[in-house]
């Protein structure tokens, strides 16, 4: 059964505080999602493995590490995702980034795929799914299907806020793809918006509405 993790980093939970907060304003809040993710993909990339190389310093020859292993890919679901995508490139530069265009029909809250574009050599590559909003997980569910689909075999889902749902969700359509949360929300509301949540990510990202 795929883990779920909740970082309980200081920078983390303090910064999420000023993106929950409604007054806010789009800079403000793009900045510090993008400097969340940032602090997630350190955490994140904790299990990367290593491999020992040697180099020469100015004062001897010495053994080292470097990261070996499969490469990484990128993968935001549109729109927020988007806004977490910077920050993880910070840490990891040689990622390659695919995306997944899925929007939640505001009936049936159920997700509607309208674009999918991956880097080539998608079976490959270790994947991580970001979306700053885990709220139903039809999205992700969705997301990584369409990943699965198209040979996909190693995926993290990482988010800043999940509801319970949504994490109950993701684990029992995949098993296998372990969860990384900066804070895990009560519950939903009727409109199948994250309590207490951020709002709407993409609008408040985007300055849309
Ligand atoms: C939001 C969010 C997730 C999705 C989560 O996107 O960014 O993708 O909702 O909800 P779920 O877990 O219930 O599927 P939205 O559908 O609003 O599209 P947008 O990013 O284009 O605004
Ligand atoms: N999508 C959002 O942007 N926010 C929520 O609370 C739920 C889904």
Known sequence: MGKVYVFDHPLIQHKLTYIRDKSTGTKEFRELVDEVATLMAFEITRDLPLKEVEVETPVCMAKSKVLS??????IPILRAGIGMVEGILKLIPAAKVGHI????????????EYYVKLPSDVEERDFIVVDPMLATGGSAVEAINSLKKRGAKHIKFMCLIAAPEGV??????HPDVDIYIAALDEKLNDHGYIVPGLGDAGDRLFGTK
Do not use: A
């Open 101 to 112: 265009g899925l929007y939640r029909d505001p009936e049936t809250l159920t997700p509607v």
């Open 168 to 173: 109950e969700e993701v684990k029992k359509n």
């Open 69 to 74: 292993g499969k490469k990484l890919g990128i």
